[in-house]
């Protein structure tokens, strides 16, 4: 399965929410990709308004986050643009605070969930099993000058490659340059593009536009366009047994 998100969908799916505890934001749909149980591929964006707190609450699916912008506080750790956050099934976190500016972040699964389970009020539903919970660093855009001064491409480890495959790590390909990704793990492989282009096909990615590849998909090409590429390579951990009973 390889599925790709665009900038127009989410646009056009762009809307308010509230929930029930009062938390109020904007979500628009990047990627949505069914809703089976064992394989149904998710990235939306979450719009969370300046001052906004988003209570410690945990999912029944593997995930990641991505800032795309604004700045905020997650837990105990300050994020900004680039920030990748990672929460296993059945793992707290939070309180997600946003800045003065707000905060707005990517959530990516592997498998469809809708709503949270808020700690304060959703403890029975947690399950023993392994938690897994990891943050790496803050991550600019690369501008087109730094991705042109490029003497070849190179990577970076957000997080480093853990034993279920779990990985995040950033690409900076000069233009017109391509590398093969590795393949993909478990639970899939998603690839975001920060800055430049990607191609896909006859296609180009860019603008945080994103594709996700099953773990049945082949290695897959990160080629630059004429800016050059920034890339985010996100290998998504299959659940753990524990959780799969």
Known sequence: MILIASSERARATRHARTLANGFSFHRSEWIEGGDDASLSPTVFLVEQPAGAVLA?????????????????????HEVAQGSVHYAGAFTGYGPV???????????????????????????DKMVRGPKCHVQGPPLPAASDGELAALPAPRSMHLIAPQPDRLEACVWYLPPHTRIDA????????????????????????????????????????????????????????????????
């Open 97 to 123: 605070v946003a800045g003065p500016e707000g905060l707005s972040y990517f959530t990516v699964r592997a498998v469809l969930e809708t709503g949270a389970n808020f700690i304060e009020n959703a403890r």
């Open 56 to 76: 410690p609450h945990f999912h029944m699916q593997n995930q990641f986050q991505i800032v795309m912008a604004g700045h905020g506080r997650l837990g105990a």
């Open 182 to 245: 590795p393949p993909p793990a478990p639970g899939g492989q998603f690839h975001f593009a920060m800055a430049g282009s990607l191609r896909h096909g006859q296609a180009w990615l860019g603008g945080w536009e994103s594709r996700y590849l099953s773990a049945r998909e082949p290695s897959c090409r990160l080629e630059a366009g004429p800016r050059g590429l920034q890339v985010l390579v996100l290998q998504m951990p299959a659940k753990a047994a524990e959780y799969c009973a």
